[in-house]
């Protein structure tokens, strides 16, 4: 980051030695990931499976009530948020780790997958497929592939043997999938793995 496209730069290399050693360069071309957006319909395509920094989250756009989920989930609203979308080109397995910056920090997440095709943003096009809004674990959350089978869901409460993670899903081709990520407690930084 921070580099101008077609100005010249300087790299220096030296030693206290004279012929001390060898040294390689190695440059690759790199597009960062665009921002995340608090809003699903400003969310942002997810293309492959490198991970991906967000630097910090802000508010919960101008419809902080896109969840909209009730039962054991409870998360009622976004409070600083992200989202993330993509289609799935070959069935497989889906495991992901949110990783906080700072081990304290209390990250959820809904993970849904549309019913039609269509935007994923409407409600009423997509369904819940993972969720964890645990409050007695801070730390990593997300998918695993350790998780029992029927456990979809972290609840806010804490019961039994939360741990924050949830199981791994099947994904099916041409899916749409989206992924929202809601940090009640504050903007800090985490990464996807």
Not at 31 to 55: E, F, M, Q, T
Request: charged share 15%.
């Amino acid at each position: 980051g921070g580099l101008t496209p077609g100005k010249v730069y300087y790299i220096r290399v030296s030693s206290t030695t004279a012929a001390a050693g060898t040294f390689k360069l190695c440059l690759d071309s790199y597009n960062p990931p665009l921002n995340p957006a608090a809003d699903c319909s400003a969310a942002i395509k997810l293309c492959d499976k490198n991970p991906v920094h967000v630097p910090n989250l802000s508010g919960g756009g101008s419809n902080s009530s896109e969840p909209n989920l009730g039962g054991s989930c409870m998360i009622s609203g976004e409070h600083n948020s992200c989202w993330y979308y993509w289609v799935c080109d070959k069935a497989g397995t889906l495991t992901f780790d949110l990783i906080p910056g700072l081990p304290e920090t209390d990250l959820d997440f809904v993970l849904y997958s549309a019913t039609k095709p269509g935007d994923i943003c409407n409600s009423f096009n997509r369904k819940m497929e993972r969720c964890s809004c645990t409050t007695c674990k801070f730390g990593a959350t997300g998918l695993n592939s350790t998780s029992a089978p029927g456990d979809v869901n972290e609840p806010y409460d804490c019961q039994g043997n939360d741990d924050a993670y949830v199981s791994q899903i099947t994904m099916v081709p041409g899916t749409t999938y989206a992924l929202l990520v809601d940090n009640a407690s504050d903007k800090d930084d985490f990464t996807i793995n």
